[in-house]
């Protein structure tokens, strides 16, 4: 194994961390990988190809290559590397609106942290004068790549909880907040005979159809989940919706849920449970991420779903972890 850096090596990596982001977030915005995805290229053409400046570019792409980011293979030339590959626009695992989303409006509302943590209150908001959701709405273009890169990081962890779950036994899910419907769609798809419907706002679900081979079994709804939900079905789903509001933002929607659902109905929640300890987490800087973006959103311990999902008349049945970040918090009627 290779011996550790000096503490003051490894500070100074995590302290210019901002410097990578943005290396990643301009080869995104660039479509450098899509570019290359016919091979490797001259660095003066791929810079006509991209509308950057040659030698601006090709210390990008040095930079990049030092971390395993692109490489070069003769001077000046440039290929794909298997993590360059992931900002590609059709790569199956892409990541790409998720890199070109983090290095822009999150990145500049993570420059207000110092703000969030001295008082509280979303840097998002103190930085722009509204919610992130209302300024997706405003600025409709970024909104799109937000809605990518939702995908994007959505992908992994779908698959992770049809490996872990089994949703066989429920006969109708409602995927409340579901967007774009393409969890629910991939659910349906693996769980036949399960019937679903995807509860989001009518200007979400106005560009979605319901594909031709899940005609009969997919039904798109419009509404809001702070004044209601669909009635009477065996389960409802909320992936990356809780961690967004606070708690009683949160209690509004479960007990919206919990008037809606069926006797013997449950709830499944997809959230980064944060466990104890000193450990590294992934919902532990995600939790930064909704202190800094979100009213009030944050990502919870066991404990604290039990107190939130009690207190809207709902219990806590299980957790289940999955092989990703995120677990499965399976609720009932109390």
Same mark, same amino acid.
């Given at each position: 194994m290779?011996p550790a850096?000096p *503490?003051?090596d490894?500070?100074?990596a #995590?302290a210019s961390g901002?410097w990578?982001?943005?290396m990643i977030h301009v080869?995104a915005e660039l479509?450098?990988?899509d570019?290359?995805a016919g %091979?490797e290229r ?8 991209c ?6 570019? +090709?210390r990008?792409?040095? %930079?990049?290559a030092?971390?395993g980011i692109f490489q070069?293979t003769?001077?000046r030339?440039?290929?794909l ?7 590609g626009?059709d790569h199956?695992q892409?990541? !790409?609106? +998720?890199a070109?989303?983090l %290095?822009?409006?999150?990145?500049l509302?993570?420059?207000? *942290?110092?703000h969030?943590?001295?008082t509280g209150e979303?840097?998002f908001r103190?930085?722009?004068g ?8 405003r600025?409709p ?8 890169a ?11 909880v049809?490996?872990?779950f089994d949703?066989s036994a429920?006969?109708?899910l409602?995927d409340?907040? =579901?967007g774009r419907?393409e969890?629910?769609?991939t659910v349906?798809?693996?769980t036949?005979g399960? !019937? ?7 200007h979400v679900?106005?560009?979605?159809a ?7 079994? $997919?039904?798109?709804?419009g ?5 209601s939900?669909p009635t009477?079905a065996?389960a409802?789903?909320?992936?990356h ?5 606070h708690?009683?933002?949160?209690r509004t929607?479960?007990?919206h ?5 069926a006797?013997g109905g449950r709830v499944l929640? $997809?959230?980064?449970v944060?466990p104890?300890?000193n450990?590294p987490?992934?919902?532990? *800087?995600?939790d930064?991420?909704?202190?800094? #973006?979100t009213e009030?959103? !944050?990502?919870?311990t066991?404990?604290?779903?039990a107190l939130l999902?009690e207190?809207?008349? *709902?219990n806590?049945l !299980?957790?289940h ?7 499965v918090?399976?609720?009932?009627? =109390?």
């Amino acid at each position: 194994m290779p011996p550790a850096l000096p *503490l003051a090596d490894q500070l100074l990596a #995590m302290a210019s961390g901002a410097w990578v982001t943005q290396m990643i977030h301009v080869a995104a915005e660039l479509g450098l990988a899509d570019a290359l995805a016919g %091979g490797e290229r001259d660095c003066d053409d791929l810079a006509a190809s991209c509308d950057a400046d040659p030698d601006a570019l +090709f210390r990008l792409l040095r %930079g990049l290559a030092s971390l395993g980011i692109f490489q070069e293979t003769a001077p000046r030339r440039f290929a794909l590397t298997p993590l360059a590959e992931l900002l590609g626009s059709d790569h199956p695992q892409s990541l !790409r609106q +998720f890199a070109r989303m983090l %290095g822009a409006e999150h990145y500049l509302s993570w420059d207000d *942290l110092l703000h969030s943590v001295r008082t509280g209150e979303n840097a998002f908001r103190h930085r722009h004068g509204c919610s992130v959701f209302e300024w997706y709405e405003r600025n409709p273009e970024r909104g799109a790549v937000f809605d990518g890169a939702m995908g994007d990081f959505s992908r992994p962890e779908t698959e992770a909880v049809l490996a872990a779950f089994d949703f066989s036994a429920i006969g109708q899910l409602v995927d409340v907040g =579901g967007g774009r419907g393409e969890l629910l769609m991939t659910v349906l798809r693996a769980t036949p005979g399960l !019937r679903g419907v995807v509860f989001d706002q009518p200007h979400v679900l106005a560009p979605v159809a319901v594909p031709a081979d899940l005609e009969g079994r $997919l039904e798109l709804v419009g509404g809001d989940f702070f004044a209601s939900a669909p009635t009477g079905a065996d389960a409802y789903l909320l992936k990356h919706i809780l961690h967004d509001w606070h708690d009683d933002a949160c209690r509004t929607i479960l007990r919206h849920i919990r008037t809606a659902m069926a006797p013997g109905g449950r709830v499944l929640i $997809l959230e980064q449970v944060i466990p104890p300890g000193n450990a590294p987490f992934p919902g532990k *800087l995600l939790d930064l991420n909704m202190l800094v #973006m979100t009213e009030g959103g !944050r990502e919870r311990t066991p404990g604290e779903y039990a107190l939130l999902l009690e207190s809207a008349g *709902l219990n806590l049945l !299980r957790i289940h972890p999955t092989a990703s970040a995120v677990s499965v918090v399976e609720a009932v009627a =109390g």
